[in-house]
């Protein structure tokens, strides 16, 4: 059951590092950095959303090459298997996902291009 748990973990943290890149941009004011420094907590809800994505898929690969070498029984022929193999493949989507919100809170900030800059 770590796998699914992991999987909705990894998302649900990608996601809130997500709002919170979201808040970092302020574009009233022109000329001026557009984006606040990096929270941790950014940093590590980013990460941690990478992580536990990547982690659950190789977690549902060694637990059914261990089911297939020791029991000769596939994954997805149990439920809590099944379970575990289709929040897999759901997590394949989630991946580039997290990844992308890990680039986001690793990008330098920047100047608004709008405005009287002179």
């Known amino acids: 059951m770590f796998v ?8 649900a943290s990608a996601w809130y590092a997500l709002v919170a890149e979201g808040h970092r941009d302020d ?13 941790t907590t950014e940093y590590v809800a980013a990460w941690a959303g990478l992580t536990l994505g990547v982690t659950a898929v190789v977690v549902c690969v060694v637990a059914a090459l ?6 000769a029984v596939l994954l997805a022929s149990t439920k809590p298997g099944l379970f575990a193999y289709v929040s897999v493949w759901l997590n394949l989507a989630a991946v580039p996902f997290e990844l992308l919100t890990l680039l986001l809170a690793h990008r330098p900030a920047g100047i608004w291009p709008g405005g009287d800059c002179g």
Do not use: D, F, I
């Open 4 to 11: 699914p748990l992991a999987t909705v973990l990894g998302a």
């Open 66 to 71: 261990g089911m297939r070498r020791r029991c």
């Open 27 to 39: 574009q009233s004011v022109p000329c001026k950095a557009m984006r606040a420094p990096v929270a």
